[in-house]
């Protein structure tokens, strides 16, 4: 069970739009929508930002989208704020009642 | 609103068991609603997740830690508890425990965290 593949890191200017990519295989990203993703701002818990590739929870805004196309799932957020410079990470079920979770990108607002 | 919160020794002998207990409020670990979960984060690295426990007792492990940990449940106290039995350096990480709804696959609620270091 190999942790999923993000890039170290992201970056962009306020208002633009950044894509995090979040690499798995045919066990986990490609044989299930169940990617999440997940915001962690230094020294705090990480925060659910999407579920089931595409779904926001009640009060995340409406900036941050998800996606997937076969084993490669992403994270995107439109009109970039300073205070989405965190780090994220995504997360799949895989096979058999386990989990598994991305490397994590860190995010800087430039 | 549900919190939870992590306790437990910041410093472990290598060989030594590691344990953590997990205190919830604004819900109950006897209900059929949720499993309860441990994720580390080691120094640096990103998640990893070691497993949870329904309230029925079952339970489900990280494949890679499976022959060394232990989740269990005390509805008395309405925590939940993890042993990771034999631990070394690399078992120093934040450990957090989480909330993952039954029926859905990720985890809504976490708490802040714990810091174990392992060393002699």
């Known amino acids: 069970q190999s942790a999923l593949t993000q890039p170290a890191s992201v970056s962009g200017s306020p208002g633009q739009s950044i894509t995090i990519s979040c690499k798995g295989t045919?066990?986990?990203?490609?044989?299930?929508?169940?990617v999440s993703w997940y915001q962690q701002h230094p020294g705090e818990a990480p925060k659910l930002m999407i579920y089931?590739?595409?779904k926001r929870p009640s009060g995340v805004s409406d900036r941050f989208s998800g996606s997937k196309s076969g084993n490669t799932a992403s994270l995107t957020i439109s009109g970039l704020q300073p205070e989405d410079e965190a780090d994220y990470f995504c997360?799949?079920?895989?096979?058999?009642?386990?989990?598994?979770f991305g490397t994590g990108t860190k995010v800087t607002v430039l | 609103q549900v919190q939870l919160q992590e306790s437990g020794p910041g410093l472990v002998k290598p060989s030594q068991t590691l344990s953590l207990t997990c205190a919830v409020s604004g819900g109950s670990v006897s209900s059929g609603n949720y499993h309860w979960s441990w994720i580390r984060q080691s120094p640096g690295e990103g998640l990893e997740w070691i497993g949870y426990i329904y309230s029925s007792g079952n339970t489900y492990y990280n494949p890679s830690l499976k022959s060394r940990v232990t989740i269990s449940v005390d509805t008395s106290k309405n925590q939940f508890s993890l042993n990771l039995r034999s631990v070394t350096a690399a078992d120093t990480a934040v450990y957090y425990c989480a909330r993952r709804v039954t029926g859905e696959y990720y985890f809504d609620y976490w708490g802040q965290g714990t810091l174990v270091t392992v060393s002699s």
């Open positions: 089931d590739v595409t």
């Open positions: 997360s799949s079920y895989s096979s058999i009642n386990t989990y598994v």
């Open positions: 045919s066990s986990d990203i490609g044989d299930y929508n169940y």
